[in-house]
């Protein structure tokens, strides 16, 4: 009974549990299981030109370990999309606008080491 128990929970944790996830609305809210069978290897965000969040989803993009972005210009129109590989790696606390953030939270930390150290 035991071995039963523990063939089906292997089945549902490498057949389910270990698939790419990724967030699937503008706002980041829901997310979806990529299926890897039809080639999603991938997360998107797709920005617009002035910026906003315009999609997020699953992407064909091979798979990569770090956060990589590209503009794509057709004519007029210019949009961002940005790519990355792990679970639940496409967010709505965006990586572009994290950037200004890091030189500040550089700063508190050293503040704080100095008051506490």
């Given at each position: 009974?035991?071995?039963?128990?523990?063939?089906?929970?292997?089945?549902?944790?490498?057949k389910?549990?270990?698939?790419?996830?990724?967030?699937?609305?503008?706002?980041?809210?829901?997310?979806?299981?990529c299926?890897?069978?039809?080639?999603?290897?991938?997360?998107?965000?797709?920005?617009?030109?002035?910026?906003?969040?315009?999609?997020?989803?699953?992407?064909t993009?091979?798979?990569?370990?770090?956060?990589?972005?590209?503009?794509?210009?057709?004519?007029?129109l210019?949009?961002?999309?940005?790519?990355?590989?792990?679970?639940?790696?496409?967010?709505?606390?965006?990586?572009?606008?994290?950037?200004?953030?890091?030189?500040?939270?550089?700063l508190?930390?050293?503040?704080?080491?100095?008051?506490?150290?």
């Amino acid at each position: 009974m035991k071995l039963l128990f523990l063939v089906i929970m292997s089945h549902f944790v490498f057949k389910k549990g270990l698939c790419l996830k990724c967030y699937s609305d503008v706002l980041g809210r829901h997310w979806t299981q990529c299926e890897e069978k039809k080639g999603f290897r991938t997360c998107f965000i797709k920005y617009n030109i002035v910026g906003e969040v315009t999609g997020r989803g699953c992407s064909t993009k091979d798979k990569i370990f770090h956060v990589e972005c590209e503009n794509h210009v057709m004519g007029q129109l210019s949009e961002k999309f940005c790519y990355c590989s792990h679970y639940l790696c496409n967010p709505a606390v965006c990586w572009r606008s994290a950037g200004p953030l890091i030189p500040l939270l550089l700063l508190l930390t050293g503040l704080i080491a100095r008051i506490f150290g």
